[in-house]
């Protein structure tokens, strides 16, 4: 059973966030430039609330804090590390400096990313089918705002529209490597769910402060600061409720 809650959340952290942003381009630039900002917000509170709320404290349920800690932030590092070797890409806006390079480098982003993906989902599952749920919905909200950058990308690099759906799907398909190998794995050797679990918050809190927090702060109007505030607790309040 908890095998078949992986496959699907997987599934639709990948395929359907998928889906969903490739829909959104189908609405116009102007409409796009002011919902996702929203999203963004959003998701940046389920990511924290994700790490903070749900992966962490079920990491020191399982081991001392010190451990636990060392991983978190052995992962963020890891991550620093990971994108300033242009593996680990996100974005969320169709014209990016750092993201100039665009095509494969963003295909290969993607794959590790979803491949990263897809053991949290995994690891969170074999903690507690909550904690699972928590983790997926902070998933499936940072990669919204993610496809919709990347697919805008790619068709400014002069993509066409079947070919860049072709390599999203594809690329979204390691999350399925990744979830499955860490179920097998993580059910033979226990001892790593806890340090699994970490890492994956440190993945979360990255993302959330390396990427989602300084495109929020461009805009600066009380009335975007106070949206952003009210939409990142929301985030956060939802991973709270599923994961109690």
Avoid at 58 to 72: F, K, R
Avoid at 93 to 119: E, K, R, T
């Amino acid at each position: 059973m908890t095998l078949a809650w992986i496959l699907v959340c997987i599934l639709a952290g990948s395929i359907g966030a998928l889906a969903v942003a490739g829909s959104f381009l189908l609405f116009p630039d102007q409409v796009r430039r002011r919902f996702l900002p929203l999203l963004v917000s959003y998701a940046t509170g389920s990511l924290l609330g994700g790490a903070f709320l749900g992966l962490i404290p079920h990491a020191l349920e399982h081991e001392a804090s010190g451990p636990v800690l060392a991983a978190v932030f052995g992962g963020f590092v890891l991550f620093f590390i990971l994108e300033k070797l242009v593996i680990w890409r996100h974005c969320h806006v169709a014209h990016c400096d750092i993201h100039s390079a665009a095509g494969p480098l963003i295909i290969i982003g993607d794959s590790v990313h979803n491949f990263v993906d897809g053991v949290i989902i995994a690891a969170a599952f074999l903690n507690s089918t909550e904690l699972g749920i928590a983790a997926t919905i902070a998933v499936i909200a940072h990669e919204i705002p993610q496809e919709v950058g990347d697919f805008a990308i790619l068709l400014d690099s002069g993509y066409s529209v079947r070919r860049a759906l072709v390599l999203n799907v594809a690329s979204s398909l390691t999350s399925l490597i990744g979830g499955l190998g860490a179920y097998f794995l993580l059910r033979q050797v226990q001892v790593l769910l806890p340090y699994v679990m970490a890492v994956s918050a440190a993945s979360f809190i990255y993302i959330a402060a390396a990427d989602l927090i300084p495109g929020l702060h461009r805009q600066s109007a009380p009335k975007h600061a106070l949206q952003q505030i009210l939409l990142l607790t929301a985030g956060a309040a939802t991973i709270w409720l599923f994961h109690h």
